[in-house]
């Protein structure tokens, strides 16, 4: 996936300006920067609910913005930020709807509908969750039937916006790990730098609506950038255990 020189206005006023960026195949992405840089913003352009106003955004050598809804659908999955816990299905037929991409809506589901579904379930360990209502599910479980969901439509792309969201440390390390085990292509939005050193491959600092920096977590999260970014002492050193960065805030007054 490469994103060129994607620009993207509202009202007169550039959200991004020339993102230039890219996800090899089996790579965990980050997008990373403070509130109001362009991380979501340039998600939903990626998946599709934003138009660019210009720039394009390569998959397999496609422009996924000449595509239609259902076309882009079949090649990107995504787990917005926020999703709506109130709808009354059960976890199976959430998981399941991620097949809607490949039918007609009035075509009964497929022996290979079924077959995704469970391995989704069971891959994402929430099998023995398929008849409960999802609006009853934790908030770990629900995002990963949400993942379950996007892996059924076969995505060459996965798109997360804030995966571990208002979720405990646990759930927050048990998602992140399973989205990495995966082997698909991901590109997910983190607050968490510390979680972005860890569970990606390669990082992408956004700030203003442009990146900034990009490359490895260890080459890019320096306290330096971190200073000029988010405006904050932090010292970032590697960590004994795992060998990623270990970023450790550091108060003004010190």
Known sequence: ?????????????????????DAHPGETVGLVGPNGSGKTTLLRCVYGTLRPTAGRILLDGDDLVTLGPKARARRVATVPQESPAEFELTVRETVRMGRAPYKRFWEADTAE??????????RLGIAGLGDRAFPSLSGGERQRALVARALVQRPALLVLDEPTNHLDIRYQLEILGLIRALGTTSLLALHDLNLAAYFCDRVHVLNAGTVVASGAPGDVLTSELLAEVYRVRADVTVHPATGAPSITYLPSEW
């Open 1 to 21: 996936m490469a994103v060129t020189g994607v620009r993207y206005e509202t009202d007169g006023h550039a959200l991004l300006t020339g993102i230039d960026l």
């Open 113 to 122: 509908d079924t077959a995704l579904t469970d391995e989704a379930l069971a």
